[in-house]
Nanobody, 121 residues
Framework: QVQLVESGGGLVQAGGSLRLSCAAS????????MGWFRQAPGKEREFVAE????????HYADSVKGQFTISRDNGKNTVYLQMNSLKPEDTAVYYC??????????????WGQGTQVTVSS
C-alpha cells in the first residue's frame, strides 16, 4: 500500500515559495526519521533535508541551507518542506523518505512517489 504521499509541487516563478507536504500512513510515524530528496533531469537523486524523530534536530544540504525549512507534525503524520526564494536550479522531482534507523539513509527506506517542482526564470 502507498505509505508516503507528497503534495504541494507545481510551477512557480523564481523568487517564489512553495510548501511541500508528505502524508504518511506508516505505523508509528514518530519512530522514523524523515527526509526530503530531489532529482533533477539527468542528475542523480540528492539529499535536501532531514528531520529527527522528535523534530528536534534538522540537517540541510549546503545548497538549500537558509532557504528551505523542514518540519514535522507527528500528530498528523506529516512532514513539510517550506521552500523560499526558489531558483531555477531548484527544479526537480522532490521525494519524501522515511528511515526507520534514525537517519543513516542506508537501508529499510520508504519512498514517496515524488512531486514535481518547476521554477521558471
Amino acid at each position: 500500500q502507498v505509505q508516503l504521499v507528497e503534495s504541494g509541487g507545481g510551477l512557480v516563478q523564481a523568487g517564489g515559495s512553495l510548501r511541500l507536504s508528505c502524508a504518511a500512513s506508516l505505523r508509528r510515524f514518530s519512530s522514523y526519521a524523515m527526509g526530503w530528496f530531489r532529482q533533477a533531469p539527468g542528475k542523480e537523486r540528492e539529499f535536501v533535508a532531514e528531520i529527527s524523530r522528535s523534530g528536534g534536530n534538522t540537517h540541510y544540504a549546503d545548497s538549500v541551507k537558509g532557504q528551505f525549512t523542514i518540519s514535522r507534525d507527528n500528530g498528523k503524520n506529516t512532514v513539510y518542506l517550506q521552500m523560499n526564494s526558489l531558483k531555477p536550479e531548484d527544479t526537480a522531482v522532490y521525494y519524501c523518505a522515511a528511515d526507520p534507523y534514525g537517519g543513516n539513509w542506508k537501508k529499510g527506506l520508504v519512498w514517496g512517489q515524488g512531486t514535481q517542482v518547476t521554477v521558471s526564470s
